[in-house]
């Protein structure tokens, strides 16, 4: 297949220089001279460890060909990558006069392109991006109509520095981004991952959203493990040793536990123990930013739960009042104090909890169905927190069109599919293509 490549910087380079040596015809151009000159002669434009040696025979081979522009490139091309950097701006928001200069010139270059060619934003950018600019843009300069004489495409890359070429041709996961199911499929095809790979079939807001929420996950790794480090040391305990131990706890510390968008945290042990860390830091004159603002984000979270029930509910039903599944824990429980603050804001309240005693002074006795069935005829807003599969089932036979299901668990929308259900993290109205 004839590939494509705009930008040879890491991303560029590294795909370009793979997909030869995968068997592709692949010409790669950028806006520096200086980077195509380096790769017309065999020469790799950036440092990163093996590359020089497949550069240079993918170069020698005749797969891997340096051209001058961009409409060299895409041309002849069935599949155009966009690889052109994004850095931040001094307002902190990506500068995209880069790839707005590369859309201008891989559409202008489309009007002579093979038919329904793709084009893929392999660039780091925010949510929005491709459909509002880089489609347009593609569009206006083409003369062509998406969807029909194009297709557009995001497929975010995941490479380290230092570790490029192990992550490009054993990556952790692929993501394709894309309105079109044969061109996710096509794309998926051209890169062939291991059968171990995780393959992500999404939109392209989601995919380009997954790449710089692993770089934030990644940052708040960082900045965690140097705090709690640099703490420890200010203790005397052994920092080193303490993280190493953190890590090896793959079941809680290092896995996707408490991952899953939901409900804040509560408890007797997360709000105390975080709280107190706070202080204690705070006591030995010691800055713990990180640990200050978890706290104020649970509480900002709590807000903004408490906000999306009340927005129209009058009746709301509570599935769930203790702190954790199984249990009659009241003590911090997050899906109570939602409770309290709800009746605060003058909504009825109705509540189904299994295990939590009616006489519960924590609770307003006139809070409990009689059954799950009860609150969910009497509701027109149900708040699924948690509850046996049973109750859940049985409240789910009653719900209907009319029921707003606002799920805390993120885990039951097949189960409320026939209501006006929304979860912490979707909202079908605000996601809809």
């Known amino acids: 297949m004839n590939i494509a490549v705009v930008g040879l910087g890491p991303v560029g380079i590294v795909a370009a220089a793979g997909l030869a040596l995968a068997g592709h015809r692949v010409h790669a151009t950028d806006r520096d001279p200086a980077r195509v000159a380096a790769l017309r002669e065999g020469r790799t434009p950036i440092v990163e460890p093996g590359l020089p040696a497949r550069v240079a025979a993918t170069v020698a081979s005749g797969a891997l060909v340096a051209v001058g522009s961009v409409a060299e490139a895409v041309i002849r091309a069935s599949i155009t990558l966009i690889c052109v950097g994004t ?59 998406p969807g029909r004489d194009f297709h557009v495409a995001v497929q975010p890359e995941f490479l380290r520095e ?13 993501v394709v981004g894309s309105l079109d199911a044969q061109v996710a499929d096509a794309i998926v095809a051209l890169l062939a991952p291991d059968p171990a790979c995780v393959v992500v079939r999404t939109s392209p807001e989601a995919a380009e959203l997954a790449k710089v929420a692993d770089n934030a996950w990644h940052a708040l790794k960082v900045a965690f493990a140097n705090e709690i480090g640099a703490l420890a040391r200010e203790l005397q305990v052994d920092g080193d040793a303490l993280m190493t131990d953190f890590a090896r706890d793959r079941t809680l510390n290092v896995s996707a536990a408490y991952l899953r968008p939901g409900a804040p945290f509560g408890g007797s042990c997360l709000v105390k123990d975080v709280a107190a860390l706070d202080r204690r830091a705070d006591a030995a ?23 999306d029930i009340a927005a129209d509910a009058r009746i709301v039903g509570i599935v769930g009042l203790s702190f954790k599944p199984g249990t009659a824990d009241l003590r911090a429980s997050p899906y109570l104090e939602i409770a309290h603050a709800l009746a605060a804001r003058g909504r009825a309240v109705f509540a189904w909890d299994e295990r939590v005693p009616r006489d519960d002074p924590a609770c307003d006795p006139a809070w409990f169905a009689a059954s799950p069935q009860a609150l969910a005829d009497a509701a027109d807003t149900i708040v699924v927190c948690h509850a046996s599969p049973e109750a859940l089932a049985a409240i789910a036979s009653r719900a209907t069109s009319r029921h707003t299901v606002v799920d805390l668990t993120g885990v039951e929308r097949h189960r409320f599919s026939h209501t006006r259900y929304r979860s912490v993290a979707w909202r079908p109205e605000r996601n809809a293509p």
């Open 87 to 145: 850095p931040a701006s001094a307002s902190g928001e990506p500068d995209l006069a880069a790839l707005v200069s590369a859309c201008d010139a891989i559409g202008a270059a489309l009007r002579r392109a093979t038919p329904s060619p793709v084009v893929v934003v392999r660039s780091t950018v925010l949510p929005g991006t491709t459909r509002d600019l880089v489609v347009p843009r593609l569009a206006a300069a083409s003369g062509l109509v």
């Open 285 to 307: 004159g010691f800055r713990a930013p990180l640990l200050a603002a978890i706290l104020p984000s649970n509480r900002a979270h709590f807000d903004r739960v408490v906000d």
């Open 162 to 174: 230092g570790s490029a070429l192990a992550d490009y041709d054993l990556p952790a996961k692929l």
